[in-house]
């Protein structure tokens, strides 16, 4: 168990349609990261946070936003869903972000499926 | 833009030797790179990360060799595991703090 927990586990949804996934950083990480993990796609890096602030900025489309809250756990929200969107999106966290380095802590992922 | 390539997707070891998993990368201005392990059904785990002021790094059982010269960046695996059976890839951090992975080895290890 790496401290960071992720939910949903799974979700099933519509084309069209939003949905936001969520993630509480392990204990004393100021840093939140999103990956997505598609067939097509491999895995990517989305954008990261640190201590409400975002700090890096991977391919994450204008369909989807995140933000860091004051507790410092992290929503990812994606819109105007398509079927490419099919995917597994991983938070991970760190105690530091990706200028100082260090190790990232992934959760379980949520595995989201758009029909 | 950036890419990062790994020469083999697939590499088969025998149990107790080592591994050697490579990888290419394209931005000379990369400042900072990271090993990631997946086995199957699971998520990603952090294995190691490298800055491009160092050229080796050690952890445990595993080492980062990172030539900027030729644009390359190596894991080592010592006395490989079944264990260590998993996908592995890396990472770079380029331009404007973006990360780009690789698509990814498949190791395997033979008991």
């Known amino acids: 168990d790496s401290g960071v927990t992720q939910t949903p586990k799974h979700l099933i949804t519509a084309t069209g349609q939003r949905v936001t996934l969520r993630c509480s950083p392990r204990s004393g990480d100021l840093s939140v990261y999103w990956y997505q993990q598609s067939l097509d796609q491999g895995l990517q890096f989305l954008i990261q946070?640190?201590?409400?602030?975002?700090?890096a900025k991977g391919n994450i489309l204008e369909r989807f936003s995140a933000q860091q809250f004051p507790d410092l756990h992290s929503e990812l929200n994606l819109s105007s869903l398509e079927l490419g969107d099919s995917a597994l999106y991983f938070c991970?966290?760190?105690?530091?972000?990706?200028?100082?380095?260090?190790?990232?802590?992934f959760g379980p992922g949520t595995r989201l499926t758009v029909t | 833009g950036e890419s990062v390539g790994l020469h083999l997707p697939t590499l088969s070891v025998q149990e107790g030797d080592n591994s050697i998993i490579n990888c290419a990368y394209s931005n000379s201005a990369s400042d900072y790179f990271i090993w990631y392990k997946q086995e199957s059904g699971k998520g990603p785990q952090f294995i190691i990360d490298?800055?491009?002021?160092?050229d080796k790094r050690q952890g445990q059982r595993v080492t980062v060799l990172l030539n900027k010269t030729v644009k390359h960046l190596s894991l080592q695996i010592a006395a490989t595991q079944p264990g260590d059976s998993a996908v592995y890839f890396c990472?770079?951090?380029?331009?404007?703090?973006?990360?780009?992975f690789g698509t990814g080895t498949r190791l395997t290890v033979i008991p």
């Open positions: 990472a770079e951090k380029g331009g404007a703090n973006n990360l780009f």
């Open positions: 946070y640190y201590n409400g602030e975002e700090r």
């Open positions: 991970a966290s760190s105690v530091g972000g990706l200028d100082r380095g260090g190790e990232q802590y």
């Open positions: 490298i800055r491009s002021n160092m």
